[in-house]
């Protein structure tokens, strides 16, 4: 059975770099939460306001379902999944592999100053910290390093 990972992790940690370097090297799709975000919710993080949980009900079913179609074949998605009770719903009846990256808030803050094109401002990195409740059960990964690395113990959290 193909690996079905969940890449998550605050704003500016690389979800969406590593998601796709480990779907590239696991043979599986790549899917960026971001993507998934309905117009409000990008409209309310473009304008500098942290969503809420209502905010995200309806993205996280979304992933969910996307999750659950891939349950077989896998796939990767980059996804926040911040809080415990958000992994729960993304768990679903899939229960994916669950790989945190972590990031200091000045190294979160820097690359979001330097993402060019993206909604989510650097001024919404201290909402994302504050709302992050660290996973128990997911693969840690310090997220620091330089990106062949965090790929590297990536893959070797999911194959052990």
Same mark, same amino acid.
């Given at each position: 059975m193909k690996p079905l990972v969940v890449v998550m992790g605050v704003a500016g940690c690389g979800k969406t770099e590593v998601g796709i370097r480990l779907s590239e090297a696991l043979g599986v799709p790549f899917y960026d939460g971001d993507d998934y975000h309905p117009p409000e919710n990008v409209a309310k993080m473009s304008a500098g306001n942290p969503l809420n949980d209502d905010d995200r009900v309806g993205w996280l079913a979304h992933l969910a379902d996307l999750l659950g179609e891939h349950r077989e074949r896998?796939?990767?998605?980059?996804?926040?999944? @911040?809080?415990?009770?958000?992994? !729960?719903? %993304?768990?679903?009846?899939?229960?994916?592999?669950? *790989?945190?990256?972590?990031v200091t808030p000045a190294t979160a803050e820097a690359r979001l100053r330097s993402?060019?094109?993206?909604?989510?401002?650097?001024? @919404?990195?201290?909402?994302?910290? !504050?709302? %992050?409740?660290?996973?128990?059960?997911?693969?840690? *990964?310090?997220?620091?390093?330089?990106?062949?690395?965090?790929?590297?113990r990536a893959i070797d959290a999911l194959e052990h």
């Open positions: 896998g796939c990767i998605v980059a996804c926040s999944a @911040l809080k415990e009770k958000y992994r !729960d719903q %993304l768990r679903g009846s899939s229960d994916p592999r669950f *790989v945190h990256l972590v993402r060019a094109g993206h909604f989510m401002p650097a001024s @919404l990195v201290a909402s994302q910290f !504050d709302a %992050l409740e660290a996973p128990a059960t997911a693969a840690t *990964v310090d997220a620091e390093q330089p990106l062949d690395d965090v790929v590297r």
